[in-house]
């Protein structure tokens, strides 16, 4: 396939012009021959060097070269100052804080920490009710303003229930031996609080004969919100210095002493009303116990 197939019958391109040829360049002159330079004389041989002579040592009598002693000079000024510094350091005395005992400026002191937690003030046990003693009997009045009132002759049972309300616990009973003098009891107790109703047997006689049908101790002037109050001023834990200034009728010579108030309320009862005394038991140091009970003559 030609080229007439593809593209059709072609033109005649017009005939190039023929190029004209280059001048030929002129031809360049010949550069002059250089001069020969003239031959270097010869140097003359240098005569051989001579050996250095072995350094003879130096005389230590033979003062050194200027700047050998200025610097043996500096050197030595330099060491004693080293060893001014390092002896300065050394001595120095250090402050109690760590510090290396020079002046420091007055520090501000912090303000005191507060804790958020602080140790309680111990309170008395608050009391809402008392519980009063005295010769007859006692008194019990509660928060509410009612009272109760127990005589020594009284029935048992009344008295134990309302105890029972106000100390707001349930007591725990024992049985109080008798020997030939005093009779068997049941003893109600709560905790730092104890009522005596007598046990009857069969021989006995009757109740209302019975010369100590009742009667009440304790060893702590608060029972629950309770506070028992006893006459003469006495209390548990008071000295038994300040029990002896208030005036007992004796004092036992056992010891530990047991000191006695009121005792001429000890008398047999007269038309079914009882009186009792006091007895006060103590540690020999302190009071311990209270107790209001009927006590025969020695």
Known sequence: MSLD???????????EEPRKPREPKPPRE?????APRPPREPKEPQPPREPRAAREPRDPGEPRSRSTLILSIIAGILAVAVAVVV???LTRPS???GTDGTAQPNPVPPAPATSSTSTP????????????LAATGFTLQGEDGDEFTHAWADAAEPAIAALTEAFGSEPTTDVESGDSRTYAYTVY???????ADVLLSEGNKPRDQVDTPTYVGYSANEVGDVAITAEFGLS???SLADARELGPDSESTTAPPILRFGSDRDTFFVDGART???RVTTDGTVVTDIVYRFTPPA
């Open 189 to 195: 107790s709560w905790d730092g609080f104890r009522f």
């Open 121 to 132: 003030t111990p309170t008395a046990p608050v009391t809402t009710s008392t519980l009063t």
């Open 5 to 15: 197939d593809l593209f059709g019958p072609q033109e005649p391109s017009e005939p």
């Open 30 to 34: 010949p550069k002059p021959p250089r």
């Open 276 to 278: 009792y005394g006091v």
């Open 236 to 238: 548990i834990g008071m």
């Open 95 to 97: 402050g109690d804080d």
């Open 87 to 89: 002896g300065i350091a």
